[in-house]
């Protein structure tokens, strides 16, 4: 009855620039003797009503339309509603799918519109990303011994408690900038464009989120000549750097803490008269003070403290420091938990060092409609954020990969690709798994460990038939990842099957001499592929079910390349609709129109238009 589609009818497609014109046209088939259709678009409790107008008819379908443009950024929403002659009404909302459908407080469309100064830099666009932590990939020169904590032989299992039950996160592998140096032609083989490290300031951890003192590198790392020999090297190489920032919250074990004094200054934990004391939030000074989720090792910094703010946005200070060595970017940890108006200053003194360098934030959720704190986040409508860590996609991918379903996926994948500005989103990290989440590889074997306890799980590793599925999904899975729009971002190991179950049991030295080396040539192929159809990675995005198989088609000036993957257990059959010829990108073979194709299971074929 009423044909709309977002996808289709809505131009341009997608989120909009303030001021940008848009053309709405609402397609009614002939059964409905239409006398007037109506548009209401909403920005939270103010509607604006929009009345469309005859535009034409094709004999079985008439057209109306209407022209506008939103001056103001923001989340807009908007509905229709079709009075018939005689008064009939229907109102009509959102579908699954963007398609049309009638009745009562059904979902609205959504519609992203962002400020006109929001420029994305194009730093990363078409790249991919290789996400290292850095005490776990690779070593290199002398050894240095921890501060705290100790130092682990390179194969030996990581350490998920101590004796008295307590997990410290103190065992060291000596991971360095050195070692990753060494590793850079190994890194520039998977088509790699950007390093995004683990945080590498100074701290009592292995992970380094509880920094010491933001001014300083982690010894254990390296020095700072270390650091610019790592980031001149891997220029060399046509690989940036990205570094992580955690400015929600410091290391109780810190400069500005000092809770166990280890360091030469008077801490907010240590006196009530402390330079900083009131970077922190007290409740029963000084043994009750407010931290991350609960965890007394990271105390939760005031981010309106106005010395706090001196020393990360001041001169001098982390931001212009850091970004001064020559960086690609800053991934910003748990961005959400950072006031508004700081993560605005954050990106004013980050572009201040340099308007290239793009911000990515650490979003979990559709960040275009993110709330934290009660208050919807303008990341991606005011401009605060270059991208970020696309985890819906990543969702999208394994649900996909594990059950099956073309349709859902297509239908998350393509309201993110709705809703978020299109530099952004080829700026987003498009990942499968993070320091933060099982192994992707685990994750895609399907196997139920919920009834083993931490101590099995540390010891359990996929073998025969198990590890021979998860393969398959992998490949299928990473074949999603670096098709999809955004920057696909690879954490260190995935590549050659490194495996692990949840933190920290994910965080494993990288097994160098025991890598598997097929799935290892698939992410070289996959490298490949990026670097071959950057443009049309840049395009548009179609995704379509036939049967149980996917199609992912992407497109640009004429140019196309199609994902046909099949998650079953059984070989399928896809008939190639398109008038304009093919060649299977893997094989040669040219795909001519109305040829059937097999798709073997667990498997894909990709095709190029030619």
Avoid at 141 to 147: D, H, K, S
């Amino acid at each position: 009855m009423y044909k709309y589609n977002s996808r289709v009818h809505k131009t341009p497609f997608g989120a909009v620039r303030a001021g940008e014109k848009i053309k709405i046209v609402f397609p009614v088939t002939h059964s409905v003797w239409v006398e007037s259709v109506k548009m209401f678009l909403r920005k939270g409790e103010e509607v604006r009503e929009l009345p469309l107008s005859f535009c034409g008819d094709d004999g079985s379908i008439t057209y109306f339309s209407v022209e506008f443009a939103i001056e103001e950024w923001g989340v807009y929403y908007y509905r229709f509603e079709v009075t018939a002659v005689g008064g009939g009404l229907d109102r009509i909302g959102a579908g699954e799918n963007g398609d049309s459908m009638i009745g009562d407080d059904l979902p609205e469309w959504q519609l992203t519109v962002f400020a006109k100064d929001y420029v994305v830099p194009k730093t990363l666009c078409g790249g991919v990303i290789y996400h290292i932590f850095a005490d776990r990939f690779a070593r290199a020169g002398e050894t240095v011994q921890p501060r705290y904590g100790y130092l682990k032989q390179w194969d030996e299992k990581v350490t998920i408690k101590e004796p008295d039950g307590s997990y410290r996160a103190n065992d060291f592998y000596g991971g360095n900038f050195k070692g990753i140096t060494e590793k850079l032609d190994y890194i520039a083989s998977l088509g790699v464009t950007e390093i995004y490290l683990s945080p590498i300031f100074e701290a009592s951890s292995n992970h380094r989120y509880d920094t010491g003192d933001y001014l300083k590198l982690d010894p254990l790392l390296g020095t700072e000549e270390d650091f610019k020999t790592l980031i001149a090297e891997a220029r060399k190489r046509g690989i940036g750097l990205i570094l992580d920032g955690v400015f929600n919250h410091s290391g109780a074990d810190s400069v500005y803490f000092n809770q166990l004094g280890h360091y030469d200054s008077v801490g907010a934990y240590q006196s009530w008269d402390s330079p900083y004391h009131d970077w922190y939030y007290f409740e029963n000074f000084p043994e009750e003070y407010h931290s991350w989720w609960g965890c007394k090792v990271v105390p939760t910094l005031n981010k309106s403290a106005a010395g706090y703010r001196k020393l990360v946005f001041g001169e001098g200070g982390v931001i212009d420091k850091w970004t001064h060595f020559g960086i690609d970017g800053w991934r910003l940890d748990v961005v959400d938990e950072l006031p508004t108006d700081f993560v605005d200053e954050l990106r004013a003194a980050i572009k201040r060092a340099n308007d290239k360098v793009a911000v990515i934030g650490e979003v979990w959720e559709d960040a275009s409609v993110k709330v934290s704190y009660g208050t919807l986040r303008p990341y991606l409508t005011k401009g605060e954020l270059d991208g970020v860590m696309n985890y819906p996609f990543k969702e999208a991918i394994l649900s996909f990969c594990l059950y099956g379903g073309a349709r859902a996926f297509g239908t998350k994948v393509m309201r993110i690709f709705e809703n978020y500005p299109i530099d952004a989103l080829n700026s987003s990290m498009t990942l499968i798994g993070t320091h933060d989440t099982v192994r992707a590889l685990n994750a895609l074997s399907g196997v139920d460990v919920r009834s083993t306890s931490k101590e099995q799980r540390l010891d359990l590793r996929l073998t025969g038939e198990a590890y021979d599925l998860a393969k398959k999904r992998l490949k299928i899975a990473s074949l999603l990842q670096f098709l999809l729009p955004g920057v696909p971002s690879v954490y260190y190991g995935d590549e050659v099957g490194l495996q692990g179950y949840e933190d920290p049991m994910n965080r494993a030295p990288f097994p160098w001499g025991k890598e598997d080396g097929d799935i290892l040539a698939h992410y070289r192929f996959l490298g490949e592929v990026r670097k071959r159809f950057k443009d049309v990675l840049l395009g548009g995005m179609e995704v379509k079910e036939q049967g149980e198989l996917l199609i992912l088609h992407r497109f640009h000036n004429g140019k196309s390349l199609y994902a046909v993957v099949n998650p079953t257990f059984e070989n399928r059959l896809a008939s190639f609709r398109k008038t304009r010829a093919a060649r299977n990108v893997l094989t040669g073979e040219s795909i001519r129109f109305g040829d059937t194709i097999e798709v073997k299971a667990l498997d894909f074929v990709l095709a190029e238009c030619v």
